[in-house]
C-alpha cells in the first residue's frame, strides 16, 4: 500500500520561500504521475502542479514562475519549491501519486504566508 507523506510546510512573510517535500513508500514511484493541490479555508481543492514520469509538468497560471515541482524518483520524493510567496498561497498542500488509473493523497501540510 502507498503512503504519502509531505513535509516541509510552515510560516513566512510574503515575498518568502519554502520547499515542500513528499516521500512515497511502495513501488512504481518512477512511472507515477506526482502532483500537489492545495485547498485554501472555504475553498475547493485546486491543481496546482503536476510531474509526469517523463517529466513534463504543468503549473496553474497563479503559480507559473513562481513555484517548481520536481523529483528525485531514487529517493521515490518530489518536492514543490515556492518562492515570492503570497498571502493567497496560505493552504493545506496535498501531494498526490497516481499509477494505473489508482490515486494516492498525503495528509496534508499547512502553508501560511503572513506577515
Known amino acids: 500500500q502507498v503512503q504519502l507523506v509531505e513535509s516541509g510546510g510552515g510560516l513566512v512573510q510574503p515575498g518568502g520561500s519554502l520547499r515542500l517535500s513528499c516521500a512515497a513508500s511502495?513501488?512504481?514511484?518512477?512511472?507515477?504521475?506526482m502532483g500537489w493541490y492545495r485547498q485554501a479555508p472555504g475553498k475547493q481543492r485546486e491543481l496546482v502542479a503536476t510531474?509526469?514520469?517523463?517529466?513534463?509538468?504543468t503549473y496553474r497560471d497563479s503559480v507559473k514562475g513562481r513555484f517548481t515541482i520536481s523529483r528525485d524518483n531514487a529517493k521515490n520524493t518530489v518536492y514543490l519549491e515556492m518562492n515570492s510567496l503570497k498571502p493567497e498561497d496560505t493552504a493545506v498542500y496535498y501531494c498526490?501519486?497516481?499509477?494505473?488509473?489508482?490515486?494516492?493523497w498525503g495528509q496534508g501540510t499547512q502553508v501560511t504566508v503572513s506577515s
Open positions: 510531474m509526469r514520469s517523463d517529466g513534463r509538468t
Open positions: 511502495g513501488s512504481g514511484f518512477s512511472s507515477s504521475l
Open positions: 498526490t501519486q497516481s499509477l494505473y488509473g489508482l490515486n494516492n
